[in-house]
């Protein structure tokens, strides 16, 4: 059976997310270092086919199914065709819908703060300077909205947008990308690939 919104959504936000840290952090790496992969690889590659050629389009009408394609874009891509231009490739097209639903009202609805994130990851993701100052001023915001018990997690997500656009006005791209994408480096560019610090793989905060 095809993969709906309420599927997507129902696999990546567990029912009771909790508010403890411990759990919160454990919730973060399954997110965030390859503990969905194997669920990925096993019931969505077609869903993220289907995605990139437009069929999915149609989920954009409402928030939370709005959402759901984000995820599958911006995030799926990320482990279905990892290490290849590929991880990049529906980039544009995540951060267009962000940008959209921001627009239109679709952000401000959901009531998760943690949905909140999701949605407006893709521009996080962008190297568009309007992007990136655009999500680090919602995850700036969503720091004063949010409750006190999740306030690590979304000082972490706001250091984290921060961290992306300091990457983007220095280099003017994420340098990480280079090689998959082919693009040439610059030697500022290979040293800093070198070292290997990528905002994308800092520790989140025990």
């Not at 909790?18 to 454990?26: F, I, L, N, Q, V």
């Not at 997110?31 to 690889?41: E, L, N, S, V, Y």
């Not at 993701?125 to 690590?152: K, Q």
């Not at 994420?174 to 693009?183: M, V």
Request: aromatic letters at 10%; proline letters at 6%; glycine letters at 8%.
């Amino acid at each position: 059976m095809t993969a709906g919104p309420e599927d997507v959504l129902g696999f990546w936000f567990p029912a009771e997310l909790s508010t403890d840290r411990a759990e919160g952090t454990r919730q973060v790496d399954w997110w965030f270092r390859g503990g969905a992969d194997a669920q990925i690889i096993a019931r969505f590659s077609p869903l993220l086919e289907r995605a990139a050629r437009g069929e999915l389009d149609g989920w954009s009408r409402a928030p939370r199914s709005r959402l759901a394609l984000i995820a599958v874009l911006d995030q799926f891509s990320r482990t279905l065709h990892r290490g290849t231009a590929g991880a990049f490739s529906q980039d544009p097209k995540a951060a267009a819908l962000t940008i959209e639903g921001l627009t239109i009202g679709h952000y401000a609805a959901l009531g998760s703060h943690w949905e909140k994130l999701f949605f407006a990851l893709p521009l996080a993701h962008s190297e568009n300077p309007a992007h990136l100052d655009r999500v680090v001023e919602l995850t700036e915001a969503l720091i004063e909205e949010g409750p006190p018990e999740l306030r690590w997690w979304l000082e972490f997500s706001a250091s984290q947008a921060l961290g992306h656009r300091d990457v983007v006005r220095r280099f003017g791209r994420h340098p990480h990308r280079n090689e998959a994408l082919g693009r040439p480096s610059t030697p500022e560019e290979l040293e800093y690939v070198a070292r290997g610090e990528f905002v994308h793989t800092r520790s989140v905060p025990r």
